[in-house]
Structure formats: C-alpha cells, structure tokens
C-alpha cells in the first residue's frame, strides 16, 4: 500500500520475526533464525531512533521493546 519501504522488504521481516521466532522456540538454526531477527530489529530501532521517538514511552511510540529484542537477538546469535 502506501509504505515507505518497498513490499519485498516487509514481506521479508515479515518471515524473519515469524520463522525466526519459531525457529528459536524450537531451537533449530538459532543463529540464523536470530541473525533474522536482529536485522529486522535493527531497522524498527533505527525507525523510531531517527523519527526522535524516547526510549521508553509513555502513551505513544517507543524504541524500547525493539531495542531489548536487537540486544537479545545478539545474544542468541554469538551463543547460538
């Protein structure tokens, strides 16, 4: 629709957090699966970073929950 980011892109985050969680639940392909989930996090932190969005909200948008899922996603990466 009327996204500024082209309609392959969001599909593909789309599978990343999905896939990406199941496959953590799971335990098959972690570090894949959180390499994943990191980018896509990197980029909705990077999102409300950029639009002066706080850290922790207090009603309206936050980079909070984005940013504990980038540092726990990094986590499983280099732990695996």
Known sequence: PDAPI???FIALAAIA??????AVA???LTPV???????TMLVAAGFHITKGDPWV?????????AGIYLALSIVLLLTG
């Open 33 to 39: 699966a959180a390499f994943g989930i990191m980018s």
């Open 26 to 28: 799971i335990g098959i």
């Open 57 to 65: 909200g207090t009603g309206g948008a936050s980079w909070e929950l």
């Open 6 to 8: 082209p309609t392959v």
């Open 17 to 22: 957090e999905f896939l990406g969680g199941l």
